[in-house]
């Protein structure tokens, strides 16, 4: 398995990075995996040094995907290290929170530039790689994506994108023998969302108005992740999978009247 993941020092990315190293040394595989981030930092270096400690063959690559050039260069660096590539996974992603009446001009578009541009470069420079090896594409979407988020900026309207983006190119893309999909998380929990989930009433108020009452956790992210690009999956392509603990179903439950739910 041979497979670029971008975002991949915390968070989200690491738990990808380790599911897939699990599962491919578990096959008896060794597993090349590029990972990628805006720049150098010692979470990096750390997550190709565990990686590398269990048995799988890491790189660490940097690159400002804000950059038009970054994505190209990271697919080429990536392609160098790992001899091809069967999947990629898109998880790179940032948020500027605002309400969009008083919304700067350079917050939308560098979350645009980031977040959907970003994706599609990188998905435009990965495809000679992904239709010789007839590979996967996954990208990182949001329920945001799904469901508007009052405050969020320009975060839901990139996410709405990047699944439009992926249902596109998934369409262009299925007689190459590539898969595109795109996976949308709910509430997780991340190094990022980490000081939100400090608060205790905050934490227990998200945990009610989840299905499964839980906030998620990487590995959960990381394990559809792994079926997206796995052979169980090989008949899926221009898929939003939602994994949300039931919240983004579960409106009607909150409305007075109804029988209690869950």
């Not at 091809?84 to 996974?89: A, E, H, K, N, S």
């Not at 898109?90 to 350079?106: F, H, T, Y």
């Amino acid at each position: 398995m041979r497979v670029l993941i971008t975002g991949a020092s915390r968070g989200i990315g690491a738990g990808i990075a380790r599911r897939l190293a699990n599962d491919a040394l578990a096959r008896g595989e060794t597993p090349h995996l590029a990972l990628t981030a805006s720049r150098e930092s010692d979470d990096l270096t750390a997550m190709v040094a565990e990686l590398e400690e269990q048995g799988a063959r890491a790189r660490a690559l940097v690159g400002d995907m804000a950059d038009p050039a970054s994505p190209a260069r990271l697919v080429e660096q990536a392609l160098a290290f790992c001899g091809g590539l069967d999947g990629v996974v898109s998880n790179v992603g940032i948020m500027a929170p605002g309400r969009l009446a008083e919304l700067d001009q350079a917050d939308w578009d560098r979350l645009f530039d980031v977040n959907v541009r970003g994706t599609w470069l990188l998905a435009k420079a990965a495809y000679p790689a992904l239709k010789a090896s007839r590979g996967s594409l996954v990208n990182i979407a949001s329920m945001v994506g799904v469901h508007p988020h009052p405050g969020s900026g320009a975060y839901s309207s990139s996410k709405a994108a990047v699944i439009m983006l992926t249902q596109q190119l998934a369409q262009e893309w299925a007689a190459d023998g590539i898969r595109v999909n795109s996976l949308s998380p709910g509430m997780i929990h991340t190094p990022a969302t980490d000081k939100m989930y400090r608060h205790p009433e905050v934490a227990m108020r998200r945990q009610e108005v989840i299905p499964m009452h839980q906030i998620g956790q990487p590995a959960h992210i990381a394990g559809v992740v792994a079926f997206l690009l796995g052979e169980g999956a090989a008949y899926m392509t221009g898929q939003n999978l939602l994994a949300d603990g039931g919240f983004a179903g579960s409106i009607m439950a909150h409305i007075s009247g109804l029988p209690p739910q869950g």
